[in-house]
């Protein structure tokens, strides 16, 4: 297998978060129906899709960059396998959608990060079109942070803090 730069490594990380991210927001969005919050259910289908679209592109960017398409995407995959379990453990058999957007809080916060960093890098490395797709996707990662934040403070204001678990 190619040996990645330290940018396509960042980049295949990336993409497994977005990986990730699809089967986070259709666990939280089942949590979520269960509890009838129509408006969040909406939001993570788009999310869902945004993620999906997000990996569409991450790929063919990387399909781009010669020789390492297998390598980046196998990052991917780590990565993504990484994140599954992390999200495995957080959201047990008892979790529910205040749960679930918590974890998305902590999630898309990753994401933004890591696509922040993409970003910079392949602006040092000269790399347009990867430049080109983390600047795309930045904004759209910065609004699934707010929109999960939102729905978390939305779904802790339904919370009695004072009863016990």
């Given at each position: ?10 980049l ?15 666990k ?9 919050a ?18 569409e ?7 781009s960059l ?13 990565t993504k ?18 749960d ?9 916060a990753g994401?933004v ?36 934040m ?16």
């Open positions: 297998m190619a040996e990645l730069t330290n940018l396509e490594s960042k295949g990380e990336a993409l497994g978060l977005a990986m990730a991210a699809q089967g986070a927001t259709d939280v969005r089942k949590l979520t129906e269960e509890e009838g129509a408006e969040l259910v909406a939001k993570l289908e788009r999310m869902h899709r945004e993620a999906k679209e997000t990996e592109r991450g790929t063919e960017v990387a399909g010669e020789g390492k398409k297998t390598a980046i995407l196998e990052k991917a995959r780590e396998a990484e994140a599954t379990e992390m999200m495995s453990t957080y959201l047990g058999d008892d979790a529910d959608a205040l679930g957007f918590e974890f998305l809080t902590m999630a898309e994401e990060g890591h696509w922040s960093i993409v970003e910079t890098m392949a602006r040092k490395a000269g790399n347009r079109e990867v430049q080109d797709l983390a600047t795309w996707v930045k904004p759209i990662q910065q609004r699934h942070f707010d929109d999960v939102q729905g978390s403070l939305e779904l802790a204001q339904g919370e009695d803090p004072n009863s016990t678990q």
